[in-house]
C-alpha cells in the first residue's frame, strides 16, 4: 500500500516508526506491507518518492527539523506540494495528519476532497474535516468506491469508531458520552488531591497534555470537535459548532471540587452527543459511574445501545504511538474490505 502523508509531526512520525519497528510482523501476521511515498510539511519541507522514502532517513530529517537533511536518491523530488503528490497518482490511499483547524478545516478539507477524485482512500488523524465535513466526505468516498475513515481523531488508539460500527452492528446507539480531552482530565484529577488549577496546568504542559496556549483544551473545544464527530459519523446527523453547548473547566474552582466530593461526587468534563445535538460541560458524576473513575489523563466513552445496554470504552486519547496505532488500524481495515488479505 503506498502512502502520502500530510504533515509529519508527533503524529505523523509515530505512524511511521510503527512501520520501521513492526513491518516484518505486519507482513506475517496481516499480509500487510506499506511505503510511505509522499511526506509534505509546512515546516520541514516536502519529499516524494515513488519506491518509497527510507523510513529511518526520514524520521532522522524530521528529528533535525528540516527534510533537507534527507538524503539524496534516484527519483527523488523535493519540494512538491500535496497537490503534485497527489497528481502523480501513485498513492493507494492519503493519510491526513496537519494540525487541526476547526473553523474552516482548511487547507486539510480540500486536500482530502483532491484525494478522494483522484481515486485515494482516506484516513484521517486531523480532527477538522471530520468534524466540520464528515457526511460529504463519506458520501464522496462511497461514490467512489472508496474508504474514509477516522478512528484517531476521537480517542487516539483507542477503538472508539470501531466499536460502534463493527463490534456493535445490529444495536441502536442512542446516544455517546464520555471523556474526550486528557489534558483538561489530567488537570481534574490533580485538582481533586489539592493542586490548584493553574499548578496542574503548568504540569500538564511540562508532561506534554497540554499545548502551552491550553485554550483549546481547557474551554471546551477539542472535545467539541470530537462529539461533532461522534454525532455526525454515529448517529447521521448534520451538526455544527453553533448546534453545541460548549464550556470548559476554568471555571471549577477548589471549593466546587470539595463541594462534590463531599456530596460522593467526582467533577468531569463530559462531551455527549446524540442525533439532536450534543454538549461539552464540566459535570458531577456520582462515583458509580463508570466514566467518574477515569483518572489522569485517560479518555473514555460509554455508548447507551438498544441491545445491550450502556458500553464503556476505556484507554488512551491522545500519544505519538497510541494515534499512529489507529492510523495503522485505519489502513489494514481498508486492505480487508478490499479482499488483499
Given at each position: 500500500?503506498?502512502?502520502?502523508?500530510?504533515g509529519f509531526g508527533v503524529v505523523g512520525q509515530g505512524f511511521a516508526e510503527i512501520l520501521r519497528d513492526?513491518?516484518?510482523?505486519?507482513?506475517?501476521?496481516?499480509?500487510?506491507?506499506?511505503?510511505?511515498?509522499?511526506?509534505?510539511?509546512?515546516?520541514?519541507?516536502?519529499?516524494?518518492?515513488?519506491?518509497g522514502l527510507d523510513l529511518p532517513a526520514l524520521l532522522e530529517a524530521a528529528g533535525d527539523g528540516s527534510f533537507a537533511l534527507y538524503p539524496d536518491q534516484?527519483?527523488?523530488?523535493?519540494?512538491?506540494?500535496?497537490?503534485?503528490?497527489?497528481?502523480?497518482?501513485?498513492?493507494?490511499?492519503?493519510?491526513?495528519?496537519?494540525?487541526?483547524?476547526?473553523?474552516?478545516?482548511?487547507?486539510?478539507?480540500?486536500?482530502?476532497?483532491?484525494?478522494?477524485?483522484?481515486?485515494?482512500?482516506?484516513?484521517?488523524?486531523?480532527?477538522?474535516?471530520?468534524?466540520?465535513?464528515?457526511?460529504?466526505?463519506?458520501?464522496?468516498?462511497?461514490?467512489?468506491?472508496?474508504?474514509?475513515?477516522?478512528?484517531a481523531t476521537v480517542m487516539a488508539g483507542t477503538p472508539t469508531m470501531q466499536l460502534a460500527d463493527e463490534a456493535l452492528a445490529g444495536c441502536e446507539i442512542l446516544s455517546a458520552r464520555g471523556i474526550l480531552n486528557g489534558t483538561t482530565n489530567y488537570i481534574l484529577t490533580q485538582m481533586e488531591s489539592g493542586m490548584p488549577y493553574e499548578s496542574a496546568l503548568t504540569q500538564a504542559q511540562e508532561l506534554g497534555y497540554a499545548e502551552t496556549d491550553p485554550t483549546g483544551d481547557v474551554e471546551g473545544w477539542d472535545a467539541a470537535g470530537k462529539v461533532l464527530i461522534l454525532a455526525n459519523a454515529l448517529f447521521g446527523a448534520a451538526l455544527t459548532m453553533d448546534d453545541l453547548d460548549v464550556s470548559g473547566i476554568t471555571q471549577i474552582s477548589a471549593a466546587d471540587i470539595a463541594d462534590a466530593q463531599a456530596a460522593g461526587c467526582r467533577y468531569k468534563l463530559i462531551a455527549g452527543a446524540t442525533a439532536e445535538g450534543g454538549m461539552v460541560k464540566a459535570t458531577r458524576l456520582p462515583l458509580a459511574d463508570p466514566l467518574a473513575g477515569v483518572g489522569g489523563s485517560t479518555n473514555a466513552v460509554t455508548l447507551e445501545t438498544d441491545l445491550l445496554g450502556?458500553?464503556?470504552?476505556?484507554?488512551?486519547?491522545?500519544?505519538?504511538?497510541?494515534?499512529?496505532a489507529a492510523i495503522l488500524s485505519d489502513l489494514l481495515a481498508i486492505q480487508r474490505a478490499a479482499g488483499l488479505t
Open positions: 500500500m503506498k502512502l502520502i502523508l500530510v513492526k513491518a516484518a510482523e505486519l507482513k506475517r501476521s496481516q499480509g500487510f506491507a506499506a511505503a510511505i511515498i509522499g511526506v509534505v510539511t509546512a515546516s520541514k519541507g516536502a519529499l516524494y518518492r515513488s519506491d534516484p527519483g527523488l523530488r523535493r519540494g512538491w506540494g500535496a497537490e503534485d503528490m497527489i497528481a502523480a497518482g501513485e498513492a493507494d490511499a492519503l493519510v491526513e495528519v496537519s494540525p487541526t483547524n476547526l473553523e474552516t478545516a482548511q487547507p486539510a478539507l480540500d486536500i482530502c476532497k483532491r484525494a478522494l477524485d483522484a481515486g485515494m482512500h482516506l484516513v484521517l488523524a486531523n480532527k477538522g474535516p471530520v468534524a466540520l465535513d464528515y457526511a460529504n466526505l463519506q458520501a464522496k468516498a462511497r461514490a467512489k468506491g472508496l474508504q474514509m475513515r477516522c478512528e450502556d458500553i464503556t470504552l476505556i484507554g488512551a486519547g491522545a500519544g505519538k504511538r497510541e494515534t499512529g
